[in-house]
């Protein structure tokens, strides 16, 4: 019996690989679908845990400080930043030269999709100059992040003495 069904089986085979044929065409078919549409995937970008770090009256500079996050699928590219409430917005970046802590302008910052940049005290963050209202603890002011695509990101940056904590959120 076994030996029987064995012996009809290169048939029943041939037939089956016939059909997983034409069922792989159909599924190179979505797949090649699928990439096109992957093709035209973004970047997503989420301003969490955004502060401005308090300073004394008339501080000529303050600092801006979040964790941006990429959940989309495409390398998110930062060029620029803005705000109506400060004269000029710019990404800066701190490094410790001859153990002297300088800062120098970045061009921008690239976040690849499912990471995050950490904008943080003593490291990277947005240089915020000529502010035009005063910046006590507790005012929010929004600032908004501007892509290479053009697309754009907005999140209010709360003044405060220290970084919120991640469990606020
Ligand atoms: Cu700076």
Same mark, same amino acid.
């Given at each position: 019996?076994?030996?029987?069904?064995?012996?009809?089986?290169?048939?029943?085979?041939?037939?089956?690989?016939?059909?997983?044929?034409? $069922?792989?065409?159909?599924?190179?078919? @979505?797949?090649? +679908?699928?990439? &096109?549409?992957? *093709?035209? %995937?973004? =970047?997503?970008?989420?301003?969490?845990?955004?502060?401005?770090?308090?300073?004394?009256?008339?501080?000529?500079?303050?600092?801006?400080?979040?964790?941006?996050?990429?959940?989309?699928?495409?390398?998110?590219?930062?060029?620029?930043?803005?705000?109506?409430?400060?004269?000029?917005?710019?990404?800066?970046?701190?490094?410790?030269?001859?153990?002297?802590? $300088?800062?120098?302008?970045?061009?921008? @910052?690239?976040? +690849?999709?499912? &990471?995050?940049? *950490?904008? %943080?005290? =003593?490291?990277?963050?947005?240089?915020?100059?000529?502010?035009?209202?005063?910046?006590?603890?507790?005012?929010?002011?929004?600032?908004?992040?501007?892509?290479?695509?053009?697309?754009?990101?907005?999140?209010?940056?709360?003044?405060?003495?220290?970084?919120?904590?991640?469990?606020?959120?």
């Amino acid at each position: 019996m076994r030996f029987d069904m064995r012996s009809n089986s290169p048939r029943v085979s041939g037939t089956t690989r016939n059909n997983q044929g034409n $069922r792989c065409a159909r599924a190179f078919a @979505l797949l090649l +679908a699928t990439m &096109t549409i992957q *093709a035209s %995937a973004t =970047g997503h970008l989420l301003i969490e845990q955004a502060w401005i770090r308090e300073a004394p009256p008339g501080a000529m500079m303050l600092a801006g400080y979040a964790v941006l996050r990429n959940d989309g699928d495409a390398v998110v590219e930062i060029s620029a930043a803005q705000s109506k409430i400060f004269g000029d917005v710019s990404i800066h970046e701190s490094v410790l030269e001859d153990g002297v802590s $300088r800062m120098h302008e970045l061009k921008g @910052l690239q976040i +690849a999709p499912g &990471t995050h940049v *950490a904008l %943080a005290p =003593g490291g990277k963050h947005l240089m915020l100059m000529d502010a035009k209202t005063p910046m006590v603890a507790g005012t929010p002011v929004e600032l908004t992040l501007i892509m290479a695509d053009g697309r754009t990101a907005s999140a209010v940056f709360i003044v405060s003495a220290d970084a919120p904590s991640p469990a606020a959120h």
